[in-house]
């Protein structure tokens, strides 16, 4: 079946230092995809979707690309910040459901 | 900005026992979801809800496991004897009807603990 893996965490990094979370799928046909992200205390949100194959899905300086010769949707933002700091998940859709991976949690030191 | 509200933020109980898990879904929405995530696990769909009926459920929603909009306005998940298996995250969620899986808006989850 359909599935989503993602690198396991914790990522500890410093404040304005570039970030890449990697993100490989499974599935048959072309789903979309997506990264949430989970802020401590909150629930789960949309970052950024992708589509279709290329297509580049942005917000808040996170980008991720869709490829669909690798089958990835990584994750990446130049500079982050102490506030970035919290689980981000990768995820597709099938149907009427959303596969998520396992998340990954992001550390940033001042 | 309108918010998916889960109660309670963390529950405990004991193995054997029933919880009933609540969620306030957006006013407007029709479309009801629960799904879980066990610590260190991915996060994984339980169930769908729409127009009083389950519209599909995944093979970890068994017979220990009911949903329920009783109200009109809640939407709760029902684990009638927990086991200490089922001590994960659970988050609520909610659409429009004519919108996609991206416009899902989850709650801040239930963390529930069985001991």
């Known amino acids: 079946g359909d599935s989503v893996t993602q690198m396991e965490g914790p990522v500890t990094l410093s404040e304005e230092a570039f970030l890449t979370i990697n993100c490989t799928y499974t599935a048959t046909g072309y789903p979309s995809l997506f990264w949430y992200v989970q802020y401590p205390g909150e629930g789960l949100q949309l970052l950024l979707k992708?589509?279709?194959?290329?297509d580049k899905g942005s917000n808040k300086g996170f980008e991720a690309t869709y490829r669909k010769e690798t089958t990835s949707f990584h994750l990446e933002k130049g500079s982050v910040q102490v506030s970035d700091s919290a689980v981000y998940f990768c995820a597709l859709n099938r149907d009427d459901k959303i596969i998520f991976g396992k998340g990954t949690r992001l550390h940033i030191l001042p | 900005e309108p918010e998916v509200t889960q109660t309670p933020s963390h529950q405990v109980t004991q193995m054997g026992q029933e919880v009933i898990l609540r969620c306030v879904p957006i006013s407007n929405h029709l479309y009801f979801y629960w799904y879980r995530q066990i610590l260190g696990q991915k996060v994984e769909f339980l169930v769908s809800f729409y127009n009083n009926e389950i519209s599909e459920k995944s093979e970890i929603f068994d017979d220990q496991f009911s949903v329920e909009r009783p109200d009109g306005s809640n939407f709760t998940l029902k684990i009638r004897s927990t086991k200490l298996e089922d001590s994960a995250m659970y988050f609520c969620a909610s659409r429009n009807p004519g919108t996609g899986t991206e416009k899902l808006l989850f709650g801040s989850g239930t963390q529930l603990s069985v001991l």
């Open positions: 992708a589509t279709k194959a290329d």
